[in-house]
């Protein structure tokens, strides 16, 4: 993790387009996204968030555009080079292990292995495992009454953060959130809200959020982009953007079936 220093772009997105098929997901879309601070993504189902994110972890590679983070060009770069830059993601539907208690879970997530960790491990073998991490994650996240608990057993705020807990296990510089509050009641949607608040403001992590929760993004993001049919139809802050027609129309306007 670095200091936050805000306003300066960690995400620099110029041109992304995302096609499968004949299908134009994301159309030419620039964006950029101030370290420390939290920017969401919103837009009716279907209007590209998550295929946005594919191609920003390089999970999808886009037909056009350039990505650059914390200055270097990562276009190009497989998922995990990317993860090993600090860029970190979660998936829309929660991706626990079943089998694994919590911190497993975490642990797991944790470990990259590099020549230097491979070597390490064969002359020292029985050396444990660098929780620094995944201690921080569970204290960020608040799993510390679950951490030896199975996704199962517990309730789905903490399944969602546990999630979340593992995009942070690896400590990184940004992480893009596909939809966390989603089945979340109101107050687990406040205590998830306050935790990612507390991301930028007191470890310096910058997030990437979507979520069809409007009063969760509403309160917690410090710009926002609305995305309607893979374009960016509104841009700004939480103010700007609230009571902006064209945001209402592509919510309410009765062209999409309807969002969660
Ligand atoms: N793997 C795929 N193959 C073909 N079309 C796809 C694929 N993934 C997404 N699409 C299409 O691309 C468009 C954007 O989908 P995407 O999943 O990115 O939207 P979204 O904004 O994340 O929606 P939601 O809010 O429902 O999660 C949709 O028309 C979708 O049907
Ligand atoms: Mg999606």
Redesign the pocket.
């Known amino acids: 993790m670095t200091t936050p220093t805000a306003g300066q772009p960690l995400l620099d997105v110029a041109g992304l387009r995302?096609t499968?098929?004949g299908?134009?997901?994301?159309a030419d879309v620039d964006l950029r996204i101030g370290e420390g601070t939290i920017y969401g993504?919103i837009?009716?189902?279907?209007?590209?968030?998550?295929?946005?994110?594919?191609a920003l972890t390089g999970y999808?590679r886009p037909a056009a555009g350039w990505i650059t983070f914390g200055g270097r060009d990562i276009s190009g770069l497989r998922p995990y080079r990317r993860a090993r830059l600090g860029l970190a993601r979660t998936f829309?539907s929660v991706e626990l292990f079943d089998d694994l208690t919590v911190e497993e879970n975490l642990l797991v997530a944790s470990e990259h292995v590099t020549v230097a960790s491979a070597l390490r491990d064969l002359f020292l073998p029985q050396r444990p495992p660098d929780r620094t991490g995944v201690d921080w994650a569970i204290s960020v996240c608040g799993l510390e009454d679950v951490t030896d608990r199975y996704p199962g057993e517990i309730s789905l705020g903490k399944r969602k953060l546990a999630g979340i807990g593992r995009a942070l296990a690896r400590q990184p510089r940004l992480v893009l959130l596909?939809?966390p509050a989603a089945g979340l009641d109101t107050d687990e949607s406040l205590e998830l809200g306050r935790r990612l608040r507390s991301l930028p403001e007191e470890h310096g992590v910058t997030v990437f959020l979507?979520d069809?929760d409007m009063g969760l993004v509403l309160s917690v993001c410090d710009q926002l982009m609305v995305?309607d049919?893979?374009r960016p139809i509104a841009g700004g802050t939480p103010a700007e953007i609230r009571d902006d027609p064209r945001v209402i129309e592509a919510y309410l306007g009765g062209h999409h079936a309807g969002?969660?």
């Open positions: 995302v499968y098929g299908v134009v997901a994301v993504l837009g009716p189902n279907g209007a590209g968030k998550t295929s946005m994110v594919d999808t829309q596909d939809e979507i069809h995305l049919f893979g969002s969660h």
